[in-house]
């Protein structure tokens, strides 16, 4: 390994990062990570922080796991690849694949389809949908509904659904037939309303009105995150998810739940949509099923969706998608231990507990401090602290003052991410009540720093 004085030079020389301007990155040089412990992250210079963002809203069972990482290394010596397409498979995959139709029996999932990661998994729901609605003998069901404010990740097709312009202009024009409705997002909303029972209706309403515009036989899915989590943690009333449900049902709409963030626990239960008593057709999900420590994604699929597929007499089923590292063996054996792993340890309890003690201390800073103009979370370990120049007017609060809050935050011992004037967190599930009392004091310190 170079010494930290060649690192610290080259770091972002050589390598484009992920969401951000290659020459911003070359001006202010990214925080190198280089070492990890339970829920604390440490950068090259030895500053140890909680990590609030959790990797990236997937380190659930935190960073020091070593029946996971024991479980990856055995898989390497065993067997480190072969694919499953074609008249292939293998014994991990197999074990994972009812592993997890048990995990998620609940949600009536029965069946998965493995990819390498969130966007491949938005990616695959939206073609199999399609193909669902053609094997039942209804081609003409193509479009997609999502919500504005959605990330649904950034393959084409997932970019298409998504509701936030940063993540689709410079990339469009997009799939076609996409359509987007408001955000379940009390404080900003175009009908200024702040009761989410009655949001979800109002919300409802456009959605009707658009199915009936666009013609419900053209319509093949409608895709939510149960918690929106990349535009600024937004958490539905009680009423929304069920209200899709219950209109996606009316017009053969089939609803699609992208737990890529909320599945395996992060929401204080095991998926979101369990959270809200609803049950989707097809599951996305990835992030946590391995916390991280191998790329991995899985689309679950609910029974009666998939047994159009495996009853067909068309001859049209055959699933011509998937992906070199679709049921990777080395994930799927990651996998397969992280899931027992969150479960033995009841990872979604903790999130549970340790999301009210973190709502409630957030909800205390709002009291403080003037600047916070909303405060979003409780439902497990994802929150979200809106920022505002001006309370009163809802002003978002400037970039550079954001990035000021987070510099300070970071050197008072807490990793937090910004989208935006939002401040974000989703740390891992294994946090302590001291854990969050660090976050807190953090945040507090950073926030003084405005
Ligand atoms: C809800 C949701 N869907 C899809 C994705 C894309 O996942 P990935 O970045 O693994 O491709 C993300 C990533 O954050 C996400 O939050």
């Known amino acids: 390994m170079k010494d930290s004085n060649f690192l610290k030079e080259n770091n972002a020389r050589h390598m484009w990062h992920p969401m951000g301007a290659p020459g911003d990155a070359l001006k202010n040089a990214p925080t190198i990570i280089t070492k990890a412990e339970g829920v604390r992250i440490f950068d090259i210079d030895g500053h140890a922080t909680v990590d609030a963002v959790g990797g990236l809203w997937n380190v659930n069972i935190g960073y020091s796991n070593d029946a996971v990482k024991r479980a990856i ?22 074990e994972l694949s009812y592993a997890l139709s048990e995990f998620f029996a609940p949600d009536g999932m029965t069946r998965s389809f493995f990819t390498s990661g969130g966007s491949d998994s938005v990616e ?41 312009a940063r993540f689709r202009t410079a990339y469009e024009p997009l799939l076609a037939g996409c359509f987007h409705l408001p955000a379940p997002y009390t404080y900003r909303n175009p009908f200024d309303e702040t009761d989410p029972d009655r949001l979800a209706e109002k919300i409802a309403a456009v959605m009707v009105d658009e199915i009936e515009f666009q013609d419900p036989r053209t319509i093949a899915a409608f895709i939510m995150e149960p918690i929106l989590g990349a535009g600024g943690v937004i958490v539905p009333g009680a009423r929304f998810m069920p209200l899709m449900r219950e ?10 739940s992208d737990e890529v963030i909320t599945g395996f626990g992060r929401t204080g239960d095991w998926t979101g ?14 992030k946590g099923i391995t916390s991280g420590y191998f790329p991995l994604g899985a689309v679950m699929i609910a029974g009666r969706v998939a047994e159009v597929f495996e009853k067909d007499e068309t001859g049209q089923a055959a699933i011509f998608h998937g992906y070199t590292y679709s049921a990777h063996p080395v994930g799927a054996a990651a996998a397969t231990v992280c899931v027992a792993e969150m479960q033995r340890q009841k990872l979604n309890e903790n999130a549970a507990a340790r999301g009210r003690e973190l709502h409630d201390g957030l909800k205390a800073l709002a009291a403080k401090y003037d600047i916070i103009g909303d405060v979003r979370g409780g439902h ?22 954001m990035k000021r809050i ?36 953090s945040l507090e310190t950073g926030l003084a720093a405005a």
């Open 73 to 94: 290394s055995d898989q390497l010596e065993r067997l480190p690849y072969y694919s499953a397409f074609m008249g292939t498979s293998n014994d991990v995959a197999i």
């Open 406 to 441: 987070h510099k300070a935050t970071y050197e008072a011992g807490t990793m937090v991410r910004l989208v935006g004037h939002t401040i974000v967190m989703s740390p891992p599930l294994i946090l302590t009540s001291d854990d969050v009392g660090t976050i807190l004091a």
């Open 273 to 286: 949509a369990r959270h809200w008593g609803v049950k989707p057709d097809l599951m996305s999900t990835a």
């Open 247 to 256: 209109i996606c049902d009316r017009y053969g709409i089939l609803l699609i």
């Open 380 to 401: 497990g370990l994802m929150a979200g602290i809106e920022i505002v120049s001006d309370r009163a007017k809802k002003t978002p609060m400037d970039i550079a003052t």
């Open 124 to 164: 695959t729901r939206l073609r199999l949908s399609r193909q669902y609605h053609r094997l039942r003998g209804e081609p003409t069901r193509t479009k997609f509904l999502s919500l504005k404010k959605g990330y649904h990740g950034t393959h084409f097709g997932g970019a298409s659904v998504n509701g936030n």
